[in-house]
């Protein structure tokens, strides 16, 4: 009787120990590939507590969350024979652990090749107008390119951005001394268009003021006051140009009034019964 109690609680103790070393955690993070006897079953085992068969089955995990690779900095020359070293970074995840695991021996050094390829490809397709300003498209193709390969392996690109463009310092002088005329004549433009604006008011202003002689006279009151207001010991009032030409115009009168040639009355007639002396 004893025998078989001993007998019962080594095979549960055996059992026991059977079921602990085929009892794994797969975390949320991550998705269980079973192999067993080294072929993988067609599904793949979800985050929790799963079992396995002893001594047949093996488990690889493979995480699922967005991997940020950065791409190293890569030399190239751009569509118009510029040279430039740009530097990248991609974002993908695993959507198919199965292909992830089987397909590619190492999916992280696979895209970050595939990646440093495509990016030296699209800086030779590339001018470096593009590659400065119009970085969202070069984003796009620079996705597809990496995508195409990758999807074979499983592996979805989130994003591909370009981090830096490096110049050479003859051209960023270049860039520098373009850039600043390119101000300097936006400058000019503005500059000159206020003129034309301000002489396009003064203008019409003028034809008012000479329409209405009063609106001088208040203008030339209003001046006034905005001087007084400043509190200075000086006042400087402004002459009227009218009152000026109102004198020349006087002068001119006088003038012509003096040089005028004087001509002699004529004498009076003689009254009747009068007589000539002699």
């Known amino acids: ?4 109690v001993v007998a019962v609680v080594l095979v549960v103790v055996l059992a026991l120990l059977v079921l602990r070393s085929g009892m794994r955690v797969v975390n949320q993070v991550e998705r269980g590939v079973v192999f067993r006897w080294g072929k993988a079953l067609p599904s793949y085992r979800h985050p929790g507590i799963t079992f396995l068969i002893p001594f047949a089955d093996r488990m690889r995990k493979v995480n699922v969350q967005v991997v940020t690779m950065p791409v190293p900095t890569q030399e190239g020359i751009t569509k118009d024979n510029v040279s430039v070293k740009v530097d990248a970074v991609v974002y993908f995840r695993v959507t198919d652990p199965l292909r992830a695991a089987i397909e590619v021996q190492d999916y992280v050094f696979a895209v ?3 990646a440093q390829s495509s990016l030296r490809s699209i800086i030779g397709k590339s ?8 970085r969202e498209r070069l984003h796009e193709g620079l996705a597809l390119m990496i995508d195409s390969p990758a999807a074979e392996w499983g592996i979805h690109i989130d994003r591909v ?5 490096q110049l050479p310092e003859s051209l960023k002088r270049s860039m520098s001394r ?3 005329a390119e101000r300097e004549r936006r400058a000019r433009v503005i500059t000159a268009d206020g003129e034309f604006q301000a002489a396009q008011q003064l203008a019409n202003a003028s034809r008012i ?3 209405t002689p009063e609106a001088m006279q208040l203008r030339l009151l209003q001046t006034v006051v905005e001087v007084a207001a400043e509190k200075n010991s000086t006042l400087v009032m402004p002459f009227p140009v009218e009152l000026l030409r109102y004198f020349d115009r006087a002068a001119q009168k006088l003038d012509a009034g003096l040089s005028a040639p004087t001509v002699p009355a004529p004498a009076p007639a003689p009254e009747a019964g009068a007589t000539e002396q002699p």
């Not at 009787?1 to 078989?4: A, D, K, L, S, Y």
């Not at 951005?161 to 463009?165: H, R, T």
């Open 1 to 4: 009787m004893e025998g078989t």
């Open 112 to 114: 970050g090749q595939v």
């Open 127 to 134: 001018d470096l107008d593009d590659l400065l300003t119009d």
């Open 161 to 165: 951005e370009i981090k830096d463009v």
């Open 178 to 180: 373009q850039a600043e």
């Open 209 to 211: 003021m000479s329409d």
